[in-house]
């Protein structure tokens, strides 16, 4: 091919050198003054699959579509004068020694195609022939297998096996001889090399480069080119210095050492993992949520702010906000403005993923926080990445709608005291001190016969001087003042079989001051059990 620019369109384009009268390639391209582009419709074209131009195509009704086909696959040149296209043969059981030179082994990917070396078994009645890069095929005679005939075949009554390293005859998918990665499917009657593709041998990576397949020490995520792996959803290998392994990506950015130079990365999202080129970007402006690459480096944009990639050690979380509530596809479509729904993405060394955890966390500093969280933050549970985070404000319990953030106590908007059980509430009537995290309530009563409960959360004071009742904190532990003197707090919200005294107009509106409560604390209650007489 030659490369031409359009004039009038300023676009580079290929004149095909192949152009031949009445050929599939000649009306697969519109043509126009000198210029090509590929076109769908096909006139009088017989219905099949081809190969053109390296690429598979599947042409019905005439009308032509790309294909996804991947795997090592047979084709065949039908028309000895027309080199511009082969013919997929999905059967070679009707291939006969005359057809072999002119069947073409090819290693293909999602559709597109390199030529390859290998063997296949055709026929009626099952014979062998190996087929070359750059010719056809010819047919050989029946190898047996020892260590000197590594990269050989066998035919045997369980079908066509190449013979392994060790000079046994192999089953597996895939086997590495010397620099040669064959890929050997159990279901199909070919074997080939395989030209290009990231493997996994051992706990080593291999990287195939026009069929040359060597070690390669890199560290970061290599897009997988086991079939057998990826089917399994292992679409990716992951290599921390000279260990690798396959991985089930999460929906995010992949990017490994050679990605750091090239400013390339891999994007996973529902429809599956493809390599990207050139992430360059000025700023995060017109990227809010993704991978760019800026002056220096990768950076992640947390809204229209960079932010750098962390050192391997460190994981960093960030809140996203304003997506889908369900239906999310990171990085692809994701988005819905206003929305108000919340997803967490997560950022180490080598990979910007959305961020799915079945526990529950919070987030400070951009840090991971499990268990417990402080008050006022904001607890997330991200378990499906197709719909939004679940998310609560923590120690916020709306009582009017109570669900499973609500458990402890609470005060009510009548000033009753609610105990919740994870969404499960009911009005308790008592007296005494209660604490849910770091809100503390007093609850009193009228001591009227017709009994009145009323329930307010306090503010934690300094000094017990003239704040009989109150409550303040000492290093760890929470105090109640029952007289001027912090040092005769009593120490509450803990275990405690000790019974201590407080006035009980501290808590009851209608006695003197000369009568006592007997109270009990425990962890998050403190409750009174008789009144004594003063002195």
């Not at 066998?154 to 046994?168: I, V």
Request: a negative charge; hydrophobic letters at 25%.
């Amino acid at each position: 091919d030659e490369e031409y620019c359009k004039y009038q369109e300023k676009n580079i384009i290929s004149r095909k050198a192949q152009f031949v009268e009445g050929t599939i390639l000649n009306t697969l391209y519109e043509c126009e003054s000198g210029a090509c582009k590929r076109s769908n419709t096909l006139d009088n074209v017989v219905d099949g699959t081809y190969l053109v131009d390296d690429t598979i195509y599947d042409c019905r009704n005439s009308n032509c579509k790309e294909q996804t086909n991947s795997g090592i696959l047979a084709f065949k040149k039908d028309d000895g004068e027309d080199i511009t296209y082969k013919t997929l043969l999905s059967s070679l059981a009707l291939l006969t020694e005359d057809d072999l030179d002119s069947v073409y082994l090819y290693d293909c990917i999602d559709g597109e195609c390199k030529s390859t070396s290998g063997f296949i078994k055709y026929g009626d009645t099952p014979a062998l022939a190996s087929c070359t890069k750059d010719g056809g095929c010819v047919s050989q005679e029946n190898e047996t297998c020892d260590k000197s005939n590594a990269g050989k075949v066998n035919l045997g009554s369980d079908g066509m096996k190449l013979c392994g390293s060790d000079g046994t005859l192999s089953s597996s998918v895939y086997n590495l001889i010397e620099n040669t990665i064959y890929e050997a499917n159990s279901d199909s009657p070919i074997i080939g090399a395989k030209q290009t593709g990231n493997f996994v041998f051992g706990n080593g990576l291999k990287v195939c480069t026009e069929g040359n397949c060597i070690s390669v020490s890199k560290a970061g995520y290599f897009l997988n080119s086991n079939s057998v792996e990826i089917a399994d959803g292992k679409k990716l290998i992951y290599c921390s210095g000279d260990l690798c392994e396959a991985n089930k990506p999460n929906n995010g950015y992949y990017i490994n050492d050679d990605y750091i130079k090239s400013k390339h990365a891999i994007l996973c999202d529902n429809d599956g993992c493809l390599e990207i080129e050139n992430l360059t970007k000025s700023d995060c402006n017109e990227n809010v949520n993704e991978l760019v690459y800026i002056t220096d480096g990768f950076k992640y944009c947390d809204g229209t702010e960079a932010k750098n990639i962390p050192t391997e050690t460190t994981v960093n979380l960030y809140e996203v906000d304003n997506v889908k509530d369900k239906a999310i596809n990171y990085p692809t479509e994701f988005v819905e403005v206003s929305s108000g729904n919340k997803m967490v993405i997560k950022v180490d060394k080598y990979s910007v993923t959305q961020f799915v955890d079945d526990n529950q966390f919070c987030i400070s500093s951009n840090i991971k926080v499990e268990g417990s969280c402080s008050k006022g933050d904001t607890k997330y549970t991200c378990i499906n990445p197709f719909v939004k985070c679940e998310t609560f404000i923590v120690g916020k319990c709306d009582l009017t709608k109570a669900d499973e953030n609500c458990d402890g106590y609470y005060v009510d908007s009548n000033k009753q005291l609610e105990k919740c059980n994870k969404g499960v509430c009911s009005v308790e009537s008592k007296i005494g001190y209660f604490q849910n995290g770091e809100t503390y309530i007093k609850c009193t009563t009228n001591g009227e016969s017709k009994e009145i409960f009323t329930c307010s959360e306090l503010a934690l004071i300094d000094s017990c001087k003239d704040n009989n009742g109150a409550l303040f904190k000492e290093e760890k532990d929470i105090k109640l003042c029952i007289d001027d003197n912090n040092s005769n707090a009593i120490t509450i919200f803990k275990k405690d079989t000790t019974k201590c005294f407080i006035g009980a107009n501290i808590l009851n509106n209608k006695v003197n001051t000369k009568k006592h409560y007997i109270i009990s604390t425990a962890d998050n209650e403190v409750l009174t059990e008789t009144i004594g007489a003063g002195n």
